[in-house]
């Protein structure tokens, strides 16, 4: 089983980056999907998750209108594409899944696989 987040980079603020998140050896169209982030000296936090299928995604407040979740059960894949981004975006981006259950999606202890993450890094 294995997660591969790619697509980090730094970028100035106001631009723009695609993250990536490619599964293998697992169910991945039965699973949701989320991205978490953590910063130095900061707890993880949840940034997106959506559904196995597609049907609902969820944002956290601070990437509601920025970022933008998607997947591609095709490819075993999942995105983020975030915009407008700011310094305080700078962190390590995680992909990860689990349970399909929106209730979930939030709760980092209810993803089963993580990716290794990915470094973005915002410049003012």
């Known amino acids: 089983v294995q997660l591969q987040a790619s697509g980090g980079g730094l970028v100035q603020a106001g631009g723009s980056l695609r993250l990536s998140c490619a599964a293998s050896g697992m169910p991945f169209t039965r699973h949701m999907m989320g991205w978490f982030r953590q910063a130095p000296g900061k707890e993880r936090e949840f940034v997106a998750a959506?559904?196995?299928?597609?049907?609902?995604?969820h944002y956290a407040d601070f990437v509601k209108g920025r970022f933008t979740i998607s997947r591609d059960n095709a490819k075993n894949a999942g995105y983020l594409q975030m915009n407008s981004l700011k310094p305080e975006d700078t962190a390590v981006y995680y992909c990860a899944t689990g349970p399909s259950y929106r209730g979930y999606a939030q709760l980092a202890n209810k993803y089963d696989y993580w990716g290794q993450g990915t470094q973005v890094t915002v410049s003012s």
């Open positions: 959506i559904s196995s299928g597609g049907a609902w995604t």
